[in-house]
């Protein structure tokens, strides 16, 4: 069974300091997405990587893929209030484009 | 911007009845996807389905659960006799292509007493 495991699951962190959220997949993919939800909310799509070394940014947040390793990041610059919410990151290995969504980290940023 | 909807937005049903969730997926998309989220859980994969088919489905996905795309628009998740366990929000997703990524509509939340 594919397992893909994020670290932290909750994250409280200050306004201004740096983070990154960790996401682990059992099996091969080479392919994995992030997403944000705020409470109550869908999910907002944040990035694609679809390849081995992918690194996209937008804004204080960058993603980063290494399927060597299984691993993608998330990694946060001089957060801000409006970050706060949780983060998924999904994984894509099945050929009906099914996505394993990661345990979800919760974060806080306070002022 | 085109986006996915869902209506309704919140369904309370009594335990064993039907209940039909409905999604209009962005227009030019191919790829069509129900997932849930039992509150404050991760979101979980129901099925994917394409060119009038299911593609891909999960051991969520049973006897209980049907998906279908009545007309050129619309895409449908029945589920024929709700038990408790079936609340969640449920999400509607669409992709153009496959391994694009997934846009998800705001969700419909189903309370089942």
């Known amino acids: 069974e594919l397992k893909v495991e994020q670290n932290p699951l909750f994250l409280s962190m200050q306004e201004g300091k740096n983070y990154t959220i960790y996401c682990n997949y059992s099996t091969t993919s080479d392919r994995l997405y992030w997403y944000r939800q705020d409470p109550g909310k869908s999910l907002e799509s944040l990035f694609v990587l679809l390849s081995n070394g992918a690194v996209k940014q937008e804004g204080r947040l960058m993603a980063s893929l290494d399927t060597k390793a299984r691993l993608s990041t998330l990694h946060i610059t001089a957060a801000v209030h409006d970050l706060s919410a949780t983060y998924f990151c999904?994984?894509?290995?099945?050929?009906?484009?099914?996505?394993?969504f990661g345990t979800g980290t919760s974060l806080t940023v306070i002022p | 911007e085109p986006e996915v909807t869902q209506t309704p937005s919140h369904q309370v049903t009594q335990m064993g009845q039907e209940v039909i969730l409905r999604c209009v997926p962005i227009?030019?998309?191919?790829?069509f996807y129900w997932y849930r989220q039992i509150l404050g859980q991760k979101v979980e994969f129901l099925v994917s389905f394409y060119n009038n088919e299911i593609s891909e489905k999960s051991e969520i996905f049973d006897d209980q659960f049907s998906v279908e795309r009545p007309d050129g628009s619309n895409f449908t998740l029945k589920i024929r006799s709700t038990k408790l366990e079936d609340s969640a929000m449920y999400f509607c997703a669409s992709s153009e292509a496959w391994g694009n990524e997934q846009y998800f509509g705001p969700g419909t939340r189903l309370t089942v007493t």
């Open positions: 999904a994984v894509d290995i099945g050929t009906g484009n099914q996505f394993y």
């Open positions: 227009s030019n998309h191919l790829y």
